[in-house]
T-cell receptor, first 112, second 113 residues
């Protein structure tokens, strides 16, 4: 079945730092999405990308849909403490409706 | 606008029992999906319903079933529970049929003893 490889698995951030994470797949997707999950909550949609090559921003977040349709990255600029959480990439194929394939997640922690 | 509501939030069952989880989607959303989240397997798609019809199903055994009612509310059922069914079960609703833009509930955490 389809699998997404998300990296890094975890990272430590210091306030003000820029953060980068990415997802790759062996197969193409029509849509790439990025979600964030806080403890005790369900994932929340951050950014949705619909076209190959598309670059989209949402505040301090920027994400891109890879040209090959097999990858995507998410950047967080000037991180703040509330950025801590688990970030998931997800891919969707239109013929499968709202069925999403999720990456394993990137855990963002605060450097002490 | 109320979000996706899942009940119960927490439950404990024993092996062999069955469980029913409920989900009320955001008003106006006709698509409801269910996902299982575990530390080992991550987020895995269970099934999606749209206008009371199951549109897609993930790779789970037949013990996992679901349904959607005319008011878009959905239930999922797991019969003959196994220890490995312990997980967070997440329901998500969507306005469109193919957007992928899902709004998740807080989940129902099932523990099987």
């Amino acid at each position: 079945g389809q699998q997404l490889n998300q990296s890094p698995q975890s990272m430590f951030i210091q306030e003000g730092e820029d953060v980068s994470m990415n997802c790759t797949s062996s197969s193409i997707f029509n849509t790439w999405l990025w979600y964030k999950q806080d403890p005790g909550e369900g994932p929340v949609l951050l950014i949705a990308l619909y076209k190959a090559g598309e670059l989209t921003s949402n505040g301090r977040l920027t994400a891109q849909f890879g040209i090959t349709r097999k990858d995507s990255f998410l950047n967080i600029s000037a991180s703040i403490p509330s950025d801590v959480g688990i970030y998931f990439c997800a891919g969707q194929l239109k013929e499968y409706g709202n069925k999403l394939v999720f990456g394993a997640g990137t855990i963002l922690r605060v450097k002490s | 606008k109320a979000g996706v509501t899942q009940t119960p939030r927490y439950l404990i069952k024993t092996r062999g029992q069955q469980v029913t989880l409920s989900c009320s989607p955001i008003s106006g959303h006709r698509s409801v999906s269910w996902y299982q989240q575990t530390p080992g397997q991550g987020l895995q798609f269970l099934f999606e319903y749209f206008s009371e019809t199951q549109r897609n199903k993930g790779n789970f055994p037949g013990r996992f079933s679901g349904r959607q009612f005319s008011n878009s509310r959905s239930e999922m059922n797991v019969s003959t529970l196994e220890l490995g069914d312990s997980a967070l079960y997440l329901c998500a609703s969507s306005l469109g049929a193919v957007t992928g833009e899902l709004f998740f509930g807080e989940g129902s955490r099932l523990t099987v003893l």
